[in-house]
């Protein structure tokens, strides 16, 4: 026991206080959380990438995706108040199951998407930098933008923030405001007859492969813009109602989902595939077509670049605060939960990540120069749909563990649905030739395992006690 949870012990009961979060989000501040966690990297990397497996019906996968995360959602909705507390996936896997291991594996999972998440942010930011400001730099030039942004991300995240939610309803307006631009600059070029919307009916794939597997593919990779939602739960302590999750996550979803459709349809009609697939940033191109006389491109790199940002620093500060988390549930070493004295931050788990994140980087750019945003971005919906899909389980198993309290109840077949959906998205035919994605994921949670077997070990030899979560609510 610390000195500090010494002294707690030590007070009279009367006078301890217990320890809980400020409720303070109200349905909308709770609404534009969801939808500012939601929008960001995915929609203004990857829709190129998604019109690339299937040509101008880039729209089809998005509303697959979408489709998949409603899913999944309702099982989200259904446990998130039957356990209103903040530690999502991890607390959800635990309950259900209780091996320690396989809770420690979602979790390592959930932290590791934060990471390949922030790398993909941080990629798209240095190719925003580049337009932005008119540089001809070389792949190599930008992997040292997007390794330098996250070094300053790491210093931000070691000076010590947290998340104000009203910063974030500025951030939300300013994606917001970027999307809707792309919308109506296409129904601008649209009006001026520079767009050519019969493109979006038109399906192409890649080396003759079959239409299933393109947009199966497509799909796959389309869904890292859909995710942002499952955070939203880890709030569920700071909300004035819970019992408004369930109507709010599915508004949320349905706003971006409705935005990301609109996007994907002016995307192909305002630029010619080619030029949409190979871009490294594909909205700004939309702009400069539809708007070629307004000066909207000189400023929307920009205003991208703030939006992924955002994703960056939040990620990497779930990432390094997870890591944190577990090192003090005894999962993982001790030397992770270790502290800065006046910033309290957790340091070591900071550059730990950190170091992660800069490997990815340097190791895609270098091996994969074209495919450095999808892979990365691949990975993290590889990650996340493996969690989603012990998250629809655990909700099936956990209907034999009734509550004493009223909650939001998915319909039977939700669940099942999203267990197939989520695994069947998670094998080799959704990454077509992209496999590497694949052992981007096995390598990250190798590196967990490796971790978590030297704790065990060490637990084992010198404490006599096994490596396991404690206090699975702590999670958070």
């Known amino acids: 026991m610390s000195h500090n949870d010494s002294s707690t012990a030590a007070q009279p009961a009367a006078e301890r206080q217990p320890e809980t979060l400020k409720r303070v989000m109200g349905p909308k501040l709770l609404l534009l959380f969801i939808v500012g966690d939601i929008l960001g990297t995915g929609v203004y990397a990857l829709t190129g990438k998604v019109a690339g497996q299937v040509g101008g019906a880039g729209w089809l996968p998005v509303i697959l995706a979408f489709t998949v995360a409603l899913i999944t959602a309702f099982s989200y909705m259904e446990l998130v108040t039957k356990y209103p507390h903040a530690a999502g996936a991890a607390l959800y896997t635990h309950k259900a199951f209780g091996i320690h291991f396989i809770t420690f594996l979602v979790a390592f999972a959930v932290l590791s998407s934060g990471i390949t998440s922030a790398s993909t942010a941080s990629t798209v930011f240095a190719a925003n930098m580049v337009e932005g400001f008119g540089w001809e730099l070389s792949a190599t030039g930008t992997m040292w933008i997007a390794v330098g942004f996250l070094a300053i991300v790491a210093a931000i995240n070691l000076r010590g923030v947290s998340e104000s939610v009203w910063f974030n309803v500025v951030l939300t307006t300013i994606e917001l405001t970027g999307l809707l631009l792309v919308i109506l600059v296409g129904f601008f070029a649209l009006g001026s007859g520079s767009a050519d919307f019969s493109r979006v009916m038109i399906f192409e794939t890649a080396d003759d492969k079959s239409i299933f597997l393109a947009v199966t593919a497509a799909t796959s990779l389309a869904f890292f813009s859909m995710v942002g939602f499952e955070d939203s739960v880890n709030m569920v302590e700071e909300t004035k109602e819970p019992r408004v999750f369930p109507r709010i996550m599915l508004t949320g979803l349905s706003i971006t989902g409705v935005i990301y459709v609109l996007v994907s349809i002016v995307a192909v009609a305002a630029v010619p595939i080619g030029q949409l697939t190979a871009s490294e940033t594909p909205l700004l191109d939309v702009v400069r077509a539809g708007a070629p006389n307004l000066p909207i491109d000189e400023i929307f790199p920009f205003m991208t670049m703030f939006a992924v940002a955002n994703s960056a620093l939040i990620n990497m500060l779930m990432a390094s605060r997870l890591l944190y988390g577990m090192a003090r549930q005894n999962v993982l070493p001790p030397v992770f939960a270790k502290v800065l004295d006046q910033r309290r931050s957790p340091w070591v788990s900071i550059i730990f990540t950190t170091l992660i994140a800069f490997a990815l980087i340097i190791a895609v750019s270098t091996g994969l120069p074209e495919t450095v945003v999808a892979s990365l971005g ?64 096995a390598a990250l949670i190798g590196i967990g395992v490796i971790l978590w077997a030297i704790t065990w070990m060490w637990n084992r030899s010198v404490r006599g006690a096994s490596t396991r979560f404690r206090n699975p609510e702590e999670l958070s």
């Open 378 to 441: 691949g990975t993290t919906s590889l990650l996340l749909l493996a969690v989603f899909a012990t998250v629809n389980l655990a909700v099936l198993v956990l209907r034999r563990k009734p509550v004493d309290h009223d909650h939001f109840r998915a319909p039977t077949y939700l669940p099942w649905l999203g267990v197939v959906t989520c695994v069947f998205l998670v094998g080799p035919w959704a990454r077509l030739d992209d496999l590497i994605q694949y052992q981007i994921a």
